[in-house]
Structure formats: structure tokens, C-alpha cells
């Protein structure tokens, strides 16, 4: 299968500080790249939908301005934890379409101290 | 929210096979029946999906029922690597987003 990449596995931060994830699928390009969050023993949720070249398609009640999201190429997508608090210490998990299937990254723990 | 429901739990022994159910009673006639899993602190895995067709791969089988309202994904022959949770997801055509709902774990024992 396609295979898909995430850069840091894991991060720890400061409160107050800016975190970026990076997205990257492998082997193939990738138009639309999804984010997920993951909290312990809970499902995924979707937080938002980017598109190459174009704004990311955020879920309802994921703040834009927090979470900033960018698809400047068809194999990277990055996502920044703006002012990050202890409350969005989390799984995040990115995911990338391809044909008719998605493919997902290994995920990055976030730690907010 | 998610249009699924499956078990929260099961256990299979290993080498045996494991058959988990998903209801989607409310399933439309353009969504496809997607199942994925996701082994402890990684990133889900794809396994398989169909749309009203039984289907195979390399992984496993899914049968769909005629009427489409249920499906129940086949692991032929388990092993303890099978442990996780899985997750039957309905989406939209080929291109919708994937919601996840609480899935089943499975554990394999042995």
C-alpha cells in the first residue's frame, strides 16, 4: 500500500509555544490530506481537510486560527499548533488520499507542558 | 457521527479465524463499506472495502450482505500481530470522508 510519512513522532513543548507536524506521502501524490486528533482511549475526529493550493476545510468547533494548516505540494501538508496549551496535548494523525482510498501516517504525540 | 455499529470487544484464538460484524442499516446506495484498523499508538491501517460485492486482498475477506445492510470482515487465519482495533466505516462514494466510530478490539490469543 501507499505509504505515509509524519515528522516529528513525537514532541514535547512548552505552553505558549508553536508546534508544526509535517504530512508527507511517499509514493504517490496526494490532492487532499486529511487531519485527525486523536485523545486516550477515544476515537479518531476529523479536524480538517486540506487541499493542494487551496484553504483547509476545517471541522466544526476546530479553531482555524489555532491549528494552522498548509498543502503547499501534492506530497507535503503541514499542520501548526498554534500557542499550544496542555488541553491540546493529543494523537495528532494525518492522512492522505489516494485513488479511492486513504492512507495514514504513523501519528505524532503531542505533549503540552 | 458515525453510521456503523459493531461489538466493542472480541476475542479470537490464534490461528482461527476472526469475524467481525458491522451493522450499517441506513447505508445509501453510493456509499461504500470501508474497514480499517489501528494496532496501539500507530496510525489506522487500511485493510479493505467494497461496495455491494464480497471482496479479497491479501489481508482479508469482506462479505456484504445482499441487502447491504451489514458486513462482516474475515481475518483467515489470526495471529497475536492481529490484535487492535477495527473499525467499519461508511463513506461516501470513493472520495467522502472517513468517520470512525468506536470500532471493536480484537484480541487474539494464544
Known amino acids: 500500500g501507499a505509504v505515509v510519512s509524519q515528522h516529528p513522532s513525537r514532541v514535547i513543548c512548552k505552553s505558549g509555544t508553536s508546534v508544526k507536524i509535517e504530512c508527507r506521502s511517499l509514493?504517490?501524490?496526494?490532492?487532499?490530506m486529511f487531519w485527525y486528533r486523536q485523545f486516550p482511549k477515544q476515537s479518531l475526529m476529523l479536524m480538517a481537510t486540506?487541499?493542494?493550493?487551496?484553504?483547509?476545510?476545517?471541522e466544526q468547533g476546530v479553531e482555524k486560527d489555532k491549528f494552522l494548516i498548509n498543502h503547499a505540494s501534492l506530497t507535503l501538508s503541514t499542520l501548526t499548533v498554534t500557542s499550544a496549551h496542555p488541553e491540546d496535548s493529543s494523537f495528532y494523525i494525518c492522512?492522505?488520499?489516494?485513488?479511492?482510498?486513504?492512507?495514514f501516517g504513523p501519528g505524532t504525540r503531542l505533549t503540552v507542558l | 457521527d458515525a453510521k456503523t455499529t459493531q461489538p466493542p470487544s472480541m476475542d479470537c484464538a490464534e490461528g482461527r479465524a476472526a469475524n467481525l460484524p458491522c451493522n450499517h442499516s441506513?447505508?445509501?446506495?453510493?456509499?461504500?463499506v470501508y474497514w480499517y484498523r489501528q494496532i496501539h499508538s500507530q496510525g489506522p491501517q487500511y485493510i479493505i472495502h467494497?461496495?455491494?460485492n464480497n471482496e479479497t486482498n491479501e489481508m482479508a475477506s469482506l462479505i456484504i450482505t445482499e441487502d447491504r445492510k451489514s458486513s462482516t470482515l474475515i481475518l483467515p487465519h489470526a495471529t497475536l500481530r492481529d490484535t487492535a482495533v477495527y473499525y467499519c466505516i461508511v463513506r461516501e462514494g470513493s472520495q467522502g470522508n472517513l468517520i470512525f466510530g468506536k470500532g471493536t478490539k480484537l484480541s487474539v490469543k494464544p
Open positions: 509514493d504517490f501524490q496526494a490532492t487532499t
Open positions: 486540506s487541499n493542494e493550493g487551496s484553504k483547509a476545510t476545517y
Open positions: 467494497g461496495l455491494k
Open positions: 492522512s492522505a488520499a489516494s485513488e479511492s482510498t486513504q492512507y
Open positions: 441506513t447505508i445509501s446506495g453510493n456509499e461504500y
